[in-house]
């Protein structure tokens, strides 16, 4: 697993009801925090960990991702004619000239585990990220998952984002039970889907990004429905821990979670604060 980590899966066939109407048509992952879709901040984080394909695991209904990242030639030429080269540059930079987009599509929702199985044939037997889009982390130096890339090359192994959350809300995520290693590492023992939280192993999380070897297409062929009768990726990563080292990592950074209202109106806050023409304005609103 020291590989370079080149190719990178984004799981986006879900149906974003907690944002109807607006997802009747939008997809989830384009809905904008300031300026750019929520789908730009993953793609861009992709990158910077030095992503050259990206994978999209999409359904039949979502064209919108794929407009968005293909070329605009009209749209490119009438801003050129016009001479508007700034927003001709901000159209352009969506994607970077050597990076490829691969579509693939999962025909049902039957879970995070069946959408990552679904890029198998285009990922093939090496190092992979995946990075649910929903989850926009916002780091100080190097992006998320360009941390994770760079552990897991060193370690040779496979690495979860995990943070703490309040003991009440294990029943939304994988939940680890890790022995640390390292001051932001850990090495993990145990992952569970979406205990209750009497039954939570820890409070540590797991959130939307990890790196992960190829092997886990073949654990997760054999993983059988778990948590709400879909296949999970938590159970595959568990099967994954018993043939080899995974590591649980805190990010540097702050996660909101944009699959929920209040994360996409915090999310916003937090970046209009970080604008120094939007600042004023959510001064007062933002603090807390
Ligand atoms: C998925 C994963 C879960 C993880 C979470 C992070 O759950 O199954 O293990 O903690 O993402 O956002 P979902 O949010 O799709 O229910």
Same mark, same amino acid.
């Given at each position: %697993?020291?590989?370079?980590?080149?190719?990178?899966?984004?799981?986006?066939?879900?149906?974003?009801?907690?944002?109807? /109407?607006?997802?009747?048509?939008?997809?989830?992952?384009?809905?904008?925090?300031?300026?750019?879709?929520?789908?730009?901040?993953?793609?861009?984080?992709?990158?910077?960990?030095?992503?050259?394909?990206?994978?999209?695991?999409?359904?039949?209904?979502?064209?919108?991702?794929?407009?968005?990242?293909?070329?605009?030639?009209?749209?490119?030429?009438?801003?050129?004619?016009?001479?508007?080269?700034?927003?001709?540059?901000?159209?352009?930079?969506?994607? /970077?000239?050597?990076?490829?987009?691969?579509?693939?599509?999962?025909?049902?929702?039957?879970?995070?585990?069946?959408?990552?199985?679904?890029?198998?044939?285009?990922?093939?037997?090496?190092?992979?990220?995946? &990075?649910?889009?929903?989850?926009? &982390?916002?780091?100080?130096?190097?992006?998320?998952?360009?941390? %994770?890339?760079?552990?897991?090359?060193?370690?040779?192994?496979?690495?979860?984002?995990?943070?703490?959350?309040?003991?009440? *809300?294990?029943?939304?995520?994988?939940?680890?039970?890790?022995?640390?290693?390292? =001051?932001?590492?850990?090495?993990?023992?145990?992952?569970?889907?979406?205990?209750?939280?009497?039954?939570?192993?820890?409070?540590?999380?797991? $959130?939307?990004?990890?790196?992960?070897?190829?092997? $886990?297409?073949?654990?997760?062929?054999?993983?059988?429905? +778990?948590?709400?009768?879909? &296949? *999970?990726?938590?159970?595959?990563?568990?099967?994954?821990?018993?043939?080899?080292? $995974?590591?649980?990592?805190?990010?540097?950074?702050?996660?909101?979670?944009?699959?929920?209202?209040?994360?996409?109106?915090?999310?916003?806050?937090?970046?209009?604060? =970080?604008?120094?023409?939007?600042?004023?304005?959510?001064?007062?609103?933002?603090? +807390?």
């Amino acid at each position: %697993m020291s590989r370079h980590l080149h190719k990178v899966v984004f799981p986006v066939a879900g149906l974003g009801t907690r944002f109807l /109407p607006a997802t009747k048509v939008v997809a989830k992952e384009m809905l904008p925090v300031l300026d750019r879709p929520l789908i730009q901040y993953a793609v861009d984080e992709a990158v910077e960990a030095g992503a050259d394909t990206l994978v999209f695991v999409t359904n039949r209904y979502k064209h919108a991702i794929a407009d968005y990242f293909d070329a605009a030639y009209e749209l490119e030429q009438k801003l050129a004619e016009a001479g508007k080269t700034d927003l001709l540059e901000i159209v352009r930079s969506v994607l /970077p000239a050597h990076v490829r987009c691969v579509f693939v599509t999962q025909p049902e929702a039957r879970g995070l585990g069946h959408a990552v199985m679904c890029a198998a044939p285009v990922i093939g037997d090496e190092p992979f990220g995946v &990075i649910l889009p929903d989850d926009l &982390i916002r780091t100080p130096h190097a992006g998320a998952l360009k941390q %994770m890339a760079e552990l897991a090359a060193v370690r040779g192994c496979g690495v979860v984002a995990v943070e703490e959350v309040p003991r009440a *809300q294990t029943h939304k995520y994988g939940i680890v039970d890790a022995e640390p290693i390292s =001051e932001r590492a850990a090495r993990l023992r145990y992952v569970v889907e979406k205990p209750r939280p009497e039954e939570a192993p820890s409070n540590l999380a797991i $959130v939307g990004r990890y790196v992960l070897p190829g092997r $886990v297409f073949e654990l997760l062929r054999t993983t059988a429905p +778990g948590s709400g009768g879909e &296949i *999970q990726l938590t159970d595959a990563i568990e099967a994954l821990l018993h043939e080899r080292e $995974v590591l649980a990592y805190r990010f540097e950074g702050t996660r909101f979670d944009c699959g929920t209202k209040a994360g996409l109106v915090r999310a916003t806050l937090a970046l209009a604060r =970080e604008d120094p023409e939007l600042a004023p304005l959510v001064g007062a609103a933002a603090s +807390g």
